[in-house]
């Protein structure tokens, strides 16, 4: 078990992930015996991880301190904060607080995994309070591009450690109430020992636009549109789904939702008080083509361009209710996430040859950011008022730029932390110190397998996506030193086998030779026969083709007995 290097009188704070990347949040707040954790987190893959579906932190610390965890403690319900809860929850049952929509979203999760009645859970408001043996927990309320954003203060014995979640200064919110300034100011005049403080926009200078100037836009847009509107946008922006109903409530336009994200979302929002839609609003597939193109509003998934998302398969004409016409206006209301404008671009270019109009970008003002600007993280600074800070949530480039920013609020530079996964901070009411390391590396989860793809599985992937694979069979008799049938050569993804005969011909040869060399060795075995073939066939391909694809001997060991 690994133990930090942190005194009685130290409190320690750390990143299971969240650091030098977006994604994957799950900070920990340490004093003694009793730590709390906040949020828990996934991350999407990048390109290269081929074939897996989420990034989640490795928790064996948590799991080697579980006794010690007090809660886990949510500020929203965004992926990249809630995502890894189920799979945390398996490894650790601890108590989880969160907003009313945040446990909503984790009811459904744990229900998925066969865990909804095995976990404590408590529904908390910004005025929640709490309480442990040595440390205590209160929150106060932050806006976000989702309803229920709170910030977290976690009361030490050394002092208050802020974490604030994701979070921008909307004074004019759509669904929830703006933020609460005199709690952050109170916390910030009692004295904040360290705040961590969210990063994701430190490169932009500005004060990120409210989402009632997004309304606007978007009023303007249903005003000069006379056909059929598909809306498309984050089934978690509940306030964009908000604007976007209103709108067409307010022009007699009827609602159809396509996404199982989306009517997820919306059956949260009525029950929760943010949407106000009455029943006979919506309607289905079926009455939708009865009605004008005037009158409707399509809501769906697929701003992303993700490929089997609703809008996605409307534009590829692969939807079994849903096909564009030609005057359909379609609105993007988010902007592509890093890594999805590939796949964005291709859907706004089927979505326009089927002759859709397509509005999208903040050129047109449709979307705003859910995360603060500079100028955001300055007034949060300057109301917390840290004696020491640590950036979270964000690449290594943004949380450098918000250090400096720290510094022009009046944190000495020294006095931030640019930290890693891993990294221990001990503080205590005066001082600030590196405290050691743990492992907190990236876990790979493929389908149901938690952890069973590592870095071998990802380059055998890589390398078959890339080069193909060459398989070999034949059967052999070890004992005779025989070959029995074969060696015969199938290819995929590496030559057209119809057109490359010859290739294949002296390939079969070639192999054929190495198994007889390889059998007549004093210590020969199927391991010795396969690296044999392994080497001599790859040597080949490469020399006649510059390729390298995967080989794969399959061998069938006959009459091998002494």
């Given at each position: 078990?690994?133990?930090?290097?942190?005194?009685?009188?130290?409190?320690?704070?750390?990143?299971?992930?969240?650091?030098?990347?977006?994604?994957?949040?799950?900070?920990?707040?340490?004093?003694q015996d009793e730590i709390i954790l906040i949020d828990a987190g996934i991350k999407f893959p990048e390109d290269d991880l081929l074939g897996v579906d989420y990034v989640i932190p490795d928790y064996q610390y948590l799991v080697d301190n579980k006794d010690k965890i007090k809660a886990l403690v949510i500020t929203h319900g965004h992926e990249d904060h809630i995502g890894g809860v189920p799979y945390l929850m398996k490894v650790l049952n601890v108590p989880i607080y969160a907003g009313p929509l945040a446990m909503a979203l984790i009811k459904n999760k744990l229900e998925e995994h066969g865990l909804l009645n095995s976990v404590e859970l408590h529904v908390i408001s910004d005025k929640t309070v709490i309480k442990f043996r040595k440390t205590k927990v209160s929150f106060f309320r932050t806006?976000?591009?989702?309803?229920?954003?709170?910030?977290?203060?976690?009361?030490?014995?050394?002092?208050?450690?802020?974490?604030?979640?994701?979070?921008?200064?909307?004074?004019?919110?759509?669904?929830?109430?703006p933020p609460?300034?005199?709690?952050?100011?109170?916390?910030?005049?009692?004295?904040?020992?360290?705040?961590?403080?969210?990063?994701?926009?430190?490169?932009?200078?500005?004060?990120?636009?409210s989402e009632k100037w997004v309304g606007k836009s978007i009023s303007h847009i249903f005003d000069n549109v006379n056909d059929r509107?598909?809306?498309?946008?984050?089934?978690?922006?509940?306030?964009?789904?908000?604007?976007?109903?209103?709108?067409?409530?307010?022009?007699?336009?009827?609602?159809?939702?396509?996404?199982?994200?989306?009517?997820?979302?919306?059956?949260?929002?009525?029950?929760?008080?943010?949407?106000?839609?009455?029943?006979?609003?919506?309607?289905?597939?079926?009455e939708l083509q009865s009605l004008p193109a005037s009158k409707t509003l399509i809501l769906c998934t697929g701003s992303q361009g993700e490929p089997m998302a609703a809008l996605s398969r409307i534009a590829n004409g692969t939807h079994r209710q849903i096909s564009i016409q030609p005057g359909d206006t379609v609105i993007f209301s988010s902007n592509p996430i890093p890594g999805n404008t590939t796949s964005v671009n291709s859907v706004i270019n089927k979505l326009e040859e089927a002759g859709a109009n397509v509005i999208h970008?903040?050129?047109?003002?449709?979307?705003?950011?859910?995360?603060g600007g500079q100028e955001e993280q300055k007034l949060m600074l300057r109301l917390m008022k840290p004696k020491f800070f640590m950036p979270i949530h964000g690449e290594y480039r943004m949380l450098k730029i918000h250090t400096e920013l720290a510094e022009q609020c009046g944190v000495p530079l020294d006095h931030s932390f640019i930290m890693q996964n891993g990294d221990v901070l001990a503080l205590s009411k005066d001082t600030a110190r590196m405290a050691g390391h743990f492992t907190a590396g990236d876990v790979y989860i493929d389908g149901s397998g938690i952890g069973d793809v590592g870095s071998i599985v990802l380059r055998d992937r890589q390398?078959?996506?890339?080069?193909?694979?060459?398989?070999?069979?034949?059967?052999?008799?070890?004992?005779?030193?025989?070959?029995?049938?074969?060696?015969?050569i199938l290819s995929r993804g590496f030559v057209y086998m119809r057109e490359s005969g010859e290739l294949l011909d002296e390939g079969r040869r070639?192999?054929?030779?190495?198994?007889?060399?390889?059998?007549?060795?004093?210590?020969?075995?199927?391991?010795?026969?396969?690296?044999a073939i392994i080497d001599d066939l790859q040597e080949f391909l490469y020399t006649k083709t510059e390729r390298h694809p995967m080989i794969l001997p399959m061998l069938i060991m006959n009459g091998n007995e002494k």
């Open positions: 078990m690994k133990k930090l290097n942190v005194k009685n009188n130290e409190a320690a704070i750390y990143g299971v992930g969240g650091l030098g990347e977006i994604g994957k949040n799950t900070y920990g707040i340490q004093f806006t976000h591009s989702i309803p229920d954003t709170l910030g977290v203060a976690v009361h030490t014995p050394v002092g208050v450690i802020v974490e604030t979640g994701d979070y921008k200064f909307d004074l004019t919110p759509v669904t929830n109430q609460d300034l005199q709690e952050m100011a109170r916390l910030g005049a009692e004295g904040v020992l360290c705040l961590m403080s969210d990063s994701t926009n430190a490169e932009k200078p500005i004060w990120t636009k509107i598909i809306f498309a946008t984050f089934a978690s922006n509940i306030s964009r789904i908000k604007t976007a109903c209103d709108n067409a409530l307010a022009r007699g336009r009827k609602i159809a939702v396509f996404g199982r994200s989306m009517d997820a979302a919306i059956v949260n929002g009525r029950e929760l008080g943010y949407l106000d839609i009455p029943d006979d609003a919506f309607v289905d597939a079926h970008g903040r050129v047109n003002n449709i979307h705003t950011s859910g995360h390398l078959l996506s890339e080069e193909g694979i060459v398989v070999v069979v034949a059967t052999i008799n070890l004992h005779n030193q025989e070959i029995q049938s074969g060696p015969d070639r192999v054929f030779k190495t198994i007889r060399k390889a059998m007549h060795g004093k210590k020969a075995t199927e391991s010795s026969i396969r690296n």
